[in-house]
Structure formats: structure tokens, C-alpha cells
């Protein structure tokens, strides 16, 4: 299966991604925390607990305490596909985590980001 590689990869080597390309857009890196918090039910602790044991990103979800209940909210492409529409449900949790720093790079407020 194709999305075999990216399910392995380790949410520790994805997270310093999600802050220098918010940090290169001139955002708060707080705010990608509070996004991932927001999605997976994490706190602060918990995610930095799964950096620190190199969790993969099949293993962050799983452990995830509950995803938002407004994730079907989130909509739109991002590496052009719209994530309403994917069908493997791991693989849409990791876009919906992708747009959501997206829209966190591209200055969007923090309000409307979490669906509120």
C-alpha cells in the first residue's frame, strides 16, 4: 500500500516541519500546538510526550484521547486533493492536521481555524 511509508513515519520528524513552516511565515509556533491539540484532544504534556517517544503517525491517532467532533468541518485541498474526500480514515486524519497548519502558515485567525 502506497500510504504504508507515511503511516511509519514518526510524528517527531514531522512536528519541527509544522513549526519552521510556520516560523518561516511569521506565525505564532504556539498556535500549532494549540491546532493539534484542538484536533486530537492531546494537551501540551501529551503531545510533547509523543515527540518525545517517537510515536509513528499510525500510533499518534490511535492514542489520540478523541478527535474534535468538528473535524468533518474542516474542508478544502491540500496537496491537491480535498480531504473531505479521502477514503482511508488515518490518512484523513493526517491531512486534516496538514490543512490545519496550512491555514495556521498562511495567517488565517485562530478562531476560524477551529471551527468556531
Same mark, same amino acid.
Given at each position: ?24 511565515? #511569521?506565525?505564532?509556533? @504556539? &498556535?500549532?500546538d494549540t491546532v493539534i491539540c484542538w484536533l486530537?484532544? /492531546?494537551?501540551?504534556?501529551?503531545? %510533547? ?30 496537496? #491537491?486533493?480535498?480531504? @473531505? &474526500? ?9 491531512? /486534516?492536521?496538514?490543512?490545519?497548519? %496550512? ?14
Amino acid at each position: 500500500m502506497a500510504n504504508t511509508r507515511i503511516f511509519q513515519m514518526t510524528f517527531s520528524s514531522i512536528y519541527p516541519m509544522y513549526m519552521q513552516k510556520v516560523e518561516r511565515k #511569521g506565525q505564532p509556533k @504556539e &498556535n500549532v500546538d494549540t491546532v493539534i491539540c484542538w484536533l486530537t484532544g /492531546y494537551d501540551k504534556a501529551g503531545l %510533547d510526550r509523543q515527540i518525545t517517544e517517537e510515536t509513528t503517525l499510525t500510533e499518534f491517532f490511535e492514542q489520540a484521547p478523541q478527535m474534535n467532533p468538528n473535524v468533518s468541518l474542516i474542508t478544502g485541498a491540500i496537496c #491537491g486533493v480535498r480531504v @473531505e &474526500n479521502i477514503d482511508d480514515p488515518l490518512m484523513q486524519k493526517i491531512r /486534516y492536521m496538514d490543512k490545519l497548519v %496550512d491555514e495556521v502558515a498562511k495567517g488565517k485567525a485562530m478562531e476560524k481555524i477551529l471551527r468556531k
